[in-house]
C-alpha cells in the first residue's frame, strides 16, 4: 500500500503525493530510485478513493481552468499544450514495428509480466493549473537535487484555491527521520509562462517550496518544460532523469477522466512495469535516462528498455469492456503506452480531486484487466527535431547528465 503522509496546513499549497524515480532503481515504491525499491503508483488507489472535493478551479466540465492566456489547450489533458510533433501526441497506429518486439515481449512474459499480475490503474498523481494571479512561492534549493539533470527555478506557481484553507490537504514528504525515499510529485502547468512544471520529492515548510532531504541519499529532481519549443530527441539530454525515471514527461501522458467521459484520450500513455523486466543502463527514444546496474534485480538481456512503446493489437476484442475502459484500450491501439518508470501498478491516471466528474463513475482500478503482454506489439518510431530512430539502443555505464542548451 501506499504511505500516507501526514496533512499539514500550509499557507500556500497543497502538494500531492505520488511516485517517481532518478537515477539507479525505478522500481518506485515510494522511494528514490537511486537508493532502493520503490513503488510509483504502489497503492490499490480505487475510482472511489479520491476526495469528492471541487474547488472554484473547475469548470462545469469537470476539467480545470486556467487563465485566458493559457494558449490553445485544453486542462482536460496537459497533453493538449503541447505540439502535434511532441512525442506522446504522435499517433502510431500505423507505425512499423520494431525489429526485436516478439523478442522483447518474450522476455517480459518470462521475466513475469505486469506488476501485480495484470493491468491495473492508479488514480492518486494530480495535475495543477497555475495562472498570472497565482502565488510564486520561493524555491530552495537543498543538496538532495540531481544537477545537472534540474532545473533551478526561483519560484514555483502555486495553482489557485489550492491554499490551507481550500478541501485540498496538504503533504509533508519524507518528514524529518524517514528511513524511505517516499514520492512526492508536484505537477503544476503554469499557463502565463506556458511552461510544465514537474517536481519529484516536492515538499514545503509553509514559506518557501523546496525538494526533500529525508533521508540522505534520496536523489530528487525539477524538470521544467516549455510547450512552445520544439525539442531535439533526446529532450533535455542524454541520460538526464526528470520528475520520472525516463527523463520524460508525465503530466501529458497521465489520462484524465475528463477525456474518458468525452470518449477519446488523444496521447501516449504513461506505464510502468517491474525492475525484474526493465532492461538494466539502457533507453530508447523518446526518453533519456533508465535505471539498473543491480543485476539481481533488473533484466540483462532483451528485456524491455524505458521508452519502449507498444501499441495494443487493432483487432483486440474491447466489447466486452466497460465503456471507460474501451476508451483507455483505444488509446493503446492509436497512441500507445510508453515505459516511463518502475512499480508495480501499470498505469496512472489523474486524480479526480479537484475535478467535478469522478472516477467512481467511469473506471474502477481493475477495469482494465484482460490484455497480456503479447497482445502488444513494440513500434518504431522516429523522434524529435532530429527524427532518431527508437529502435537506436541508447546503453550507459554511469549517470552522467549531459544538458542540452
Known sequence: MRKQYRALVLSFAALTACGSSSSGSGDSTGGDASTGPGVDGGGDASAGDAASSTHDGSSADGSQTGNPDSGPGNPSSAASYFSPQMYFNMPVDTAHVDANSTTIINTWVANGGWGEGHIQVDFSIDVYYADATSVQAPYMQNSNLDTPDSDIPTTIPIAPNTTGSSPAPGFECNPVGSTSCDDCHYLVMDTANHKLIEVYGATTDGTTFSTSTEPSGCGRSIAIWDWTKTYPGNLRGDVCTSADASGGLMAPTLFTVEEVAAGHIDHAIRFILPNTVIQTMQYVRPVTHGTGGDAQNFAQTNGVPYGARFRLNPMFDVSTYSAGAQVVLNAMKKYGI????????????????????????????????????????????????????????????????????
Open 338 to 405: 510508453i515505459l516511463q518508470d518502475g512499480g508495480n501498478i501499470a498505469l496512472t491516471a489523474k486524480s479526480d480531486t479537484f475535478s467535478t466528474l469522478k472516477w467512481a463513475n467511469y473506471l474502477g482500478s481493475r477495469d482494465l484487466i484482460g490484455p497480456e503482454p503479447t497482445d502488444f506489439e513494440m513500434v518504431d518510431l522516429d523522434y524529435g527535431s532530429d527524427m532518431e530512430p527508437s529502435s537506436t539502443l541508447h546503453n550507459f555505464t554511469s549517470y552522467a547528465c549531459t544538458r542540452n542548451p
